[in-house]
């Protein structure tokens, strides 16, 4: 069964930068070609927020990005198919910024909508990212 594991959270000042790793196992690379990828962050007493969003490479030859404008030019998400690892890098991290990050896939999932949670059918357990001032 499909399982992803984010790793790479932890403190860092506002204004800095850190990278998100996601790591997805248990299906095939041929599978795994057909699976949406996305990053969505929650925050204490906050709904779940959409980050970015990276297209499946075989939905149509996409593989475009989403990215939400509440972090447009400073988050950016990128993939290693070979490892099977979806990035995302966080750049001039705002105080609101601090959240648990999560990693999650969906089939085949239309550009359109891959910024709503509701599309994606896997998610890893998170990884925490506080911010300091």
């Known amino acids: 069964r499909v399982q992803l594991m984010e790793s790479g959270g932890g403190s860092v000042q506002a204004g800095g930068s850190l990278g998100l790793s996601c790591q997805v196992s248990g299906i095939s690379e041929n599978t795994y070609s057909t699976y949406s990828m996305g990053w969505f962050r929650q925050a204490p007493g906050k709904g779940r927020e959409a980050v970015a969003a990276?297209?499946?490479?075989?939905?149509?030859?996409?593989?475009?990005?989403s990215i939400a404008d509440s972090v447009k030019g400073r988050f950016h998400i990128s993939k290693d198919n070979a490892k099977k690892t979806i990035i995302l890098q966080i750049n001039n991290l705002k105080p609101e910024g601090a959240a648990m990050y999560y990693c999650?896939?969906?089939?085949?999932?239309?550009?359109?909508?891959?910024?709503?949670?509701?599309?994606?059918?896997?998610w890893g357990q998170g990884t925490q990212v506080t911010v300091s001032s």
């Open positions: 999650a896939a969906g089939p085949r999932v239309a550009w359109g909508q891959m910024l709503r949670a509701t599309k994606y059918s896997h």
């Open positions: 990276l297209g499946a490479e075989s939905n149509g030859g996409d593989g475009f990005p």
